[in-house]
């Protein structure tokens, strides 16, 4: 996704001229009173960083709000309760009491257990276990990297072999490479721009010859007036407006456009032939799907060829089709938990409380709504303004350094922006060393994912999951990789930070050993990135 902002005016739009999804429906109303020392996390990987729930919160609707991520019917309690519907729903947070509002049926709140994690594994047991299947290993392995922020609109083959060439003489591991939007000549339409794009098949071979997997951007959108767009309106494969047989023209961030109607299995199918053809033509591997935000598809104005879809069955149905390719990468869901998908948080701003602060919170939300292969964004941000034309003697160097060792230890990390443009040679090494610890660390976390394809449990686990009662509740600057290790980077402009330790003894990186059951405040020079190995 190119920006939050735009994807914010988008919605906005949106919501002005439909107004709620069920504004003119009766609700159930479910009232969960909050006990003593109980928190509760859950609904949208994007509001993360408000869980727990400890401030009052505005009416969240999971039906058209997703905060440019993933959302799903599910609430969870630290003392093991949860909520869930098959279908959207609104909540709210009050002082002592969530609010649940669905114009679908009423919301059962379940009571399987007496922590978050059971809580959790009781609800993925129930609604979305795990299917026992991967994307492809390479995922959790070694770095990706994305060509959005390098040559944004501009994608074509000199450059993107440069920027592949430069990954490799910079010492940084090849691994997953996507090319961003714009390579296609138009939306719907799946060939590249021959103008920039002299030799496609000939640079997917070079990139392979490079060590580099390969993925290329698409969204379900359709430009009106092109040939596809007259094929699949009649075929009947395109969203209609609502009451008309006509199809919608739905805006979005890079305009107005028609869009692949999915709830139509004939329309999946063809889509998943023409990706298919892709990849047998070009020798692509898979494919990064942005875009199937719900507020695209709000049921006042467009109808699909499931006369009953609500908007978030077209998201679900463009999540869907990533399960036919084991390279696939996205960044709005709705459910999908335990299945064989990438998710990424949406674009982050270069900034410390707007960027770097909220990756763990949402990686450990997206973990609680059973998206355990999920990537945290691109290192730095998403947001390309940040990166053109930077002095480097006012451009913050140590915000970048900082996002890419919470990165070094997440599932995933992905690099966009050039390092080694940004950056002085001295930070570049610091970087290169923290995605070489990504590459050291791959045995173990893809460990965690296979261990997570048969268990369902997060790779990246809240404090208060892995250690219930330890006063871990409202911690949003360390995490768990797996069982084994505490991650506490530094999030903040200080070289220091303080670490909470669990029960036990714990052994940091650089061999010293320290008691749980204790608060330590350590120093972590710019080159450091602490984390502890439970014994």
């Known amino acids: 996704m190119k920006t939050h902002m735009l994807t914010m005016i988008c919605c906005a739009a949106i919501a002005v001229l439909t107004g709620s999804e069920s504004s003119a429906q009766s609700f159930h ?52 309760r949860y909520a869930w519907s098959d279908y959207p729903f609104s909540f709210s947070v009050e002082e002592r ?32 276990p795990p299917t026992g299947a991967l994307p492809d290993t390479l995922f959790f392995t070694m770095p990706q990297y994305n060509t959005w922020i390098e040559l944004i609109y501009n994608q074509n083959q000199d450059d993107i072999l440069r920027y592949a060439r430069d990954i490799i003489d910079r010492g940084f ?10 390579w296609q000549k138009y939306y719907g339409n799946f060939e590249f721009k021959p103008d920039r794009f002299s030799n496609p098949k000939g640079m997917v071979d070079t990139l392979h010859a490079l060590g580099f997997k390969v993925m290329l951007w698409l969204c379900p959108f359709v430009s009106p007036d092109s040939p596809e767009y007259r094929l699949l309106s009649a075929k009947g494969f395109l969203v209609k407006q609502r009451g008309r047989n006509v199809p919608a023209v739905i805006p979005w961030w890079n305009g107005q456009s028609a869009c692949f109607d999915l709830t139509n299995p004939d329309a ?24 199937g935000d719900n507020s695209f598809y709000p049921t006042a104005r467009v109808e699909g060829y499931a006369k009953d879809a609500l908007s978030v069955d077209h998201t679900l149905a463009w999540t869907k089709i990533g399960l036919s390719f084991t390279f696939n990468e996205f960044r709005a869901a709705w459910k999908m ?44 941000g998403g947001q390309y303004g940040s990166f053109i034309h930077q002095d480097l003697s006012t451009f913050d160097q140590t915000l970048f350094i900082r996002s890419a060792q919470v990165h070094a230890l997440m599932p995933m990390m992905q690099f966009s922006v050039s390092p080694w443009r940004i950056l002085s040679r001295e930070n570049v090494e610091i970087v290169r060393r923290a995605a070489r610890l990504h590459e050291e660390m791959g045995g173990y976390i893809l460990d965690c994912a296979r261990s997570s394809s048969r268990t369902g449990e997060p790779i990246v686990r809240h404090m208060e999951y892995a250690f219930p009662g330890e006063g871990f509740a409202t911690c949003h600057d360390q995490f768990m990789l797996g069982e084994r290790y505490m991650v506490a980077p530094v999030v903040t402009k200080e070289n220091r930070r303080t670490v909470k330790f ?23 020079p710019l080159d450091r990135l602490p984390y502890f190995e439970k014994l």
């Not at 591991?173 to 714009?182: A, F, R, S, T």
């Not at 053809?277 to 020798?283: D, M």
Request: aromatic share 8%; charged share 20%; with cysteine.
């Open 29 to 80: 109303v479910t009232r969960i009173t909050v006990e003593p020392g109980e928190y509760w996390w859950g609904g949208a990987v994007g509001l993360g960083s408000k869980m727990p729930y400890v401030q009052p919160l505005r009416e969240y609707d999971l039906a058209t709000q997703n905060s440019n991520n993933q959302v799903a019917p599910l609430l969870l309690s630290s003392k093991g």
């Open 97 to 128: 009491a969530i609010v649940i509002r669905s114009p679908h049926e009423e919301v059962a709140v379940r009571h399987p257990g007496k922590t978050l994690r059971e809580a959790y594994l009781a609800a993925s047991a129930a609604h979305f």
């Open 173 to 182: 591991p090849p691994g997953v490479l996507m090319i961003d939007d714009n």
């Open 268 to 291: 999946a199918e063809y889509l998943i032939a023409e990706l298919t053809r892709l990849q047998t033509e070009y020798g692509v591997d898979g494919f990064k799907f942005d875009a």
């Open 337 to 380: 938990g335990g299945e064989a998908l990438v998710q990424r948080l949406g674009d982050k701003s270069y900034s410390w409380t707007a960027g770097v602060q909220l990756l763990i919170p949402d990686m450990t939300a997206a973990g609680l709504l059973g998206h355990a292969y999920t990537c945290p964004d691109m290192i730095g």
């Open 502 to 524: 669990p029960r036990g003894k714990w052994r940091d990186e650089r061999g010293k050993i320290y008691r749980g059951g204790k608060t330590e405040t350590i120093d972590v």
